[in-house]
């Protein structure tokens, strides 16, 4: 059974009152893990039982033992209790900077009998667990995993585009390609921006790219992910002007730098592994980066040289030395670095 139809399932299971005693829920798309939440305690609890039978722990400030007290204890005036489990690092190889106790051998007696009374529930936002663990094993036979792992973007799009039809509403293919960008094929940030989309077509009820564009506002990345197109087309005026924005913004220039080189080291690596026959998926995989960002690196590298990515990669790592040194005014080195770079370019 795939990933997405696993979580619809045991949606569908608790939208039925068909519960498991314990759930792990695993993985990193928090608007999933935000309607899971909402089905337990709609469907496990009535409003009344809510203030005596549900508990939410943090594991990075709160002892496994009192989890495990609260899911043995039983149910006042009701029939369940609902426990709520965060961030439970202990499941994964992760070092945490807490020194939090945790009873997990307390956890494999539990897991051995678990109350029938109470519904245990491990969100863990976390890319993986360590299978090595004899606490993850004896999880993996008694639990109920739901996989909430961060949708491919094909699948991202049908699940937006589902829910905007649920809604009554339309939306052009030009609206809809822009919002998959401006969001970074990420269905928690999409979800996030579609109240306001519905809000200023409610009379048409048709979504329009004028919309996306002015309601979806871009991240610092994506800004700066243009700023390195301006570049690369030496459109030094269009350039400038974008970089102001930003440090009027109060963005930092070693940072914009920063990131501007990571995103350049990108476009390289992505070229360098293509022309070493690596598929999409594969180069993702290899430089654990999301998949949506291989796509566009590699729409992006058609359009240049390898020659032409290194002059500007190796300016840049010019400019970051001078910031992280002082020499001359920190504003001043970005527009340096873009003069230099068209100047270089139109002598070649």
């Known amino acids: 059974m795939g ?3 696993i979580y619809t399932t045991e949606l569908a299971k608790i939208n039925k009152k068909e519960f498991s005693s314990v759930y792990v829920v695993l993985g990193t798309e928090a608007y999933l893990a935000d309607n899971l939440r909402k089905a337990f305690i709609a ?7 809510m203030d005596l039978n549900f508990s939410s722990f ?31 690092a202990f499941l994964t190889g992760e070092k945490t900077k807490q020194k939090v106790e945790h009873d997990i051998d307390g956890l494999m007696d539990y897991l051995d009998h678990p109350s029938l009374s109470t519904v245990l529930v491990f969100f863990a936002p976390y890319e993986k667990l360590d299978q090595r663990k004899k606490v993850v094993k004896k999880l993996k036979k008694s639990a109920a995993f739901i996989d909430i792992a961060a949708m491919s973007e094909q699948d991202t799009r049908k699940y937006l585009k589902d829910t905007i039809a649920n809604e009554g509403y339309t939306i052009t293919p030009e609206a ?18 579609l109240p306001k989309l519905f809000l200023y077509a409610l009379e048409t009820k048709k979504i329009l790219k004028p919309a996306v564009e002015e309601l979806i506002s871009r991240s ?27 440090l009027l913004q109060k963005e930092d220039p070693i940072k914009i730098n920063a990131i501007m080189t990571s995103q350049f080291r990108l476009l390289i690596q992505v070229m360098i592994l293509s022309k070493q026959g690596f598929q ?10 999301h998949p949506y960002r291989v796509k566009l690196a590699s729409q992006q590298i058609k359009k240049y040289n390898e020659q032409t990515l290194t002059q500007a990669f190796e300016g840049l790592i010019e400019a970051e030395y001078r910031l992280k040194t002082g020499q001359g005014d920190r504003k ?15 002598n070649r």
Do not use: H
């Not at 030094?236 to 924005?245: I, K, N, S």
């Open 3 to 5: 990933k997405k139809l």
């Open 43 to 49: 469907n496990v609890l009535s409003p009344d039982e």
């Open 58 to 88: 943090d594991m990075e400030e709160t002892p496994l033992s009192t989890v495990l007290n609260d899911a043995e204890s039983i149910p006042f005036f009701g029939d369940r209790r609902l426990v709520f489990v965060n961030r439970p």
């Open 176 to 193: 809809f390609d822009l919002m998959i960008q401006l969001t970074d094929a990420n269905l928690t940030t999409a979800i996030g921006e």
């Open 220 to 246: 610092l990345e994506q800004n700066i992910f243009a700023l390195n197109e301006m570049v690369l087309k030496k459109q030094v005026g269009p350039a400038l002007d974008l970089y102001q924005d930003l």
């Open 280 to 289: 999409q998926n594969e180069i993702g995989q290899t430089l654990k980066v």
């Open 332 to 346: 001043m080195q970005f527009e340096l670095f873009v003069l230099q770079f068209a100047q270089g370019m139109a």
